[in-house]
């Protein structure tokens, strides 16, 4: 989150077929690539690696996009790696079965924020609005208010108003904005955490005695323009009026009201969302008289814009009190992960119907009650699907768990939004599906290019699924739950199948998203068997970080030696804490390049060097640490082997020259001369020999091979 969200092309000893691009945030990175020869049937091998690591690990293979939009995301590899460490370099290599491939840096987020300035907030019946930010270089502007209220009573569209990009609003009970509780206000690079917003909204219209509220007021509002926004560790609930169930209110058949989270109104799509959310450990919760519409949303859900916009993670909140979803990601969907979020007491769990753009990866998340006690109808786990051929991004769903069949169990894992549109490009694995009716839904259009396979269903499969649908599936049977795990638990974390129950090590290994299992196999469902409890919410969010200064950097080799004209691969660093960028001084040799995101060495030597020391430094906010790297460059390896007193091999040139280590020639001498050194046959031009003295020491010097070979 201290840097710029953009990576660095590794060019040396790369076959670049054509620029990728890696997008982060705090655990993730999102993939981009569009080399000329990718197709739908070209597999995008993917390989992974921290600072630090020789050895690559596998990711999931990219998705590969056609000509289905008619725009800029047409024709492109696209996916992402999950899953990983905050504040820590990383390098991705893509590869195609031709050869073609591709090698890009990119740092995740550090989840310590660097601060220029910290101004205390005292609270009061006024709204907030920022004085002054930060930036890149400088840092966040904290406007903390740990312990403060801010009340406006319905005087103030907002309790705050965002008016500066580089701004951390923290520990504020927020009160009674007239539309918002927050308005980040199309600013960037925005926190909001550890905040309590309760009482937001406008008043919509009476029905029946019920005050109901309007939608897109939020307890956090997000406008389109805003980008790299992060929303930690609040609980937002209780906004002051009640949202509509589906159907009752007759000229209201859809819900509308107030969200917890929501994006702009925008229903054509004409408003560009800039994306780069992260929203985590939030509590989102309410009450039957102030249901939420959904407690994520925005408008535009037909469109490639939508909820959340692109390069987004939504994980670990506890979400509740929804009228219609708990999540509802409905648009582009472009590498959208929405991961180990518990929901219960909502209409639907998650939507992403549609995807237009895609991936969106939907995992490892916890699903209780669908239930709305003000309407009749429990609908669906997952809803895919769109209208008006906008479904054409491919949904992954992988590892989730649904843990009901009871009058509280949704009725089936997934639908249509629209029961006459077909399920589009769904994959998906491992999941642990309890539910009241049916499994999948197929709709009346069926499935394209879908595969359903090693999930764990307890009702059968409905309608126009695939041929060949979970041929490796468990369905009809009930799982048998570890003691203490399942329903029973609610919210407290614990899901394991138990040991000889169905499900239990019957998945499939999915690189990236399983690694590291017990077993033989991947147990189905969202938790592993023996793993730590899941933690949701609040309850999951650790608080603020402080920035601390890296330490213990050091190089796999250190010194080094390398050859001029010889590719060195990665000498890569290793360093605790995290780090915003890294320098070097002196200059490397020529043809050797520093990564200043990774701190990673690479290149080929274009030239010799003797042995010298380069001061590599990693910088964060907090300040840095040093180490001295050790490089000497030397001339091709020799064919000749020097032994005691002789060379095993020499020329017989009227003229050779002697090059010190450095490269530089010492001098020249005539083959009497080289003959006293050792006698013997040619040997390849171009290739350097130690010369050593009558002892078999080394004079330090070499003899160069004119470049005729000539004898």
Known sequence: ????????????????????????????????????D??????????????????????????????????????????????????TGYEVRLTLPSGASSTVAARTWSEAFKVKKTIMVAGGGSMLTTSEGGSEQDGYVVYDGTGATIDVNNGADQCVLVNHDYVIIRGLALKRGKIHGVNVNGKNHVVVEGCDISGWGQLRDTYNGVDYGKSYNAGVYLPAASKTVVIQGNKIHHPRYQSNVWNLIPTQAHPEGPGAITGPSNTSGSAVVQGNYVIRYNDIYSDDNHLFHDCMHSGANFTTEGFPGPDCDIYCNMLSHSADDAIEADGGGRNVRIWGNYSSHVFLHISVAPASVGPVYVFRNVLNRNLNPLSPSLWTCFKRGGRNGTEKGRAYFIHNTALRDDQYGANNMMQSGNYDAPLIEVISRNNLIITRNYSIEGSTEGCVNSSFDYDFLNKPMHGNVPAGSETHGIIGKAPQWRSGHGPSAEDGGRYQLAQGSPGHDDGVALDNFNDGFEGSAPDMGAQEYDSPDMKFGTAAWDGPKALTAPKGLSYATNPATYEIGVDIGS?????????????????????????????????????????????????????????????????????????????????????????????????????????????????????????????????????????????
């Open 571 to 711: 000498n890569v660093v290793s360093v605790t804490g995290e780090v915003d960028s890294f320098t070097v001084s002196p200059p490397l040799p020529e043809g050797l390049t520093l990564d200043k995101t990774a701190g990673t060495v690479t290149g080929t030597p274009a030239g010799a060097a003797a042995q010298a020391g380069y001061a590599v430094t990693a910088f964060n906010g907090a300040g840095s640490c040093t180490v001295l790297l050790t490089i000497t460059v030397h001339g091709p390896a020799s064919a000749a082997r020097a032994v005691a007193g002789r060379l095993e091999r020499a020329p017989d040139e009227e003229t050779v020259s002697l090059y010190g280590l450095n490269g530089r020639l010492v001098r020249r001498v005539n083959a009497t001369a080289m003959k006293r050194l050792s006698p013997g046959p040619a040997i390849p031009a171009g290739l350097y020999i130690m010369a050593v003295d009558r002892n078999g020491a080394s004079v330090q010097s070499r003899i160069v091979i004119p470049e005729n070979g000539r004898r």
């Open 38 to 87: 990718g197709a739908a049937n070209v597999a995008c091998n993917v390989e992974y690696r921290a600072a630090g690591e020789t050895a690559w690990r596998k990711g999931l293979d990219l998705w590969y996009a056609g000509d289905v939009l008619g725009d800029a995301w047409d024709s492109q590899y696209r996916g992402s790696l999950v899953g990983l460490k905050p504040g």
């Open 1 to 36: 989150m201290n840097r710029p969200a953009f990576a660095v092309l590794l060019a040396a000893g790369v076959t670049i077929a054509s620029a990728q691009t890696a997008i982060p945030t705090f655990h993730c990175l999102s993939l981009y690539w569009d080399p000329p």
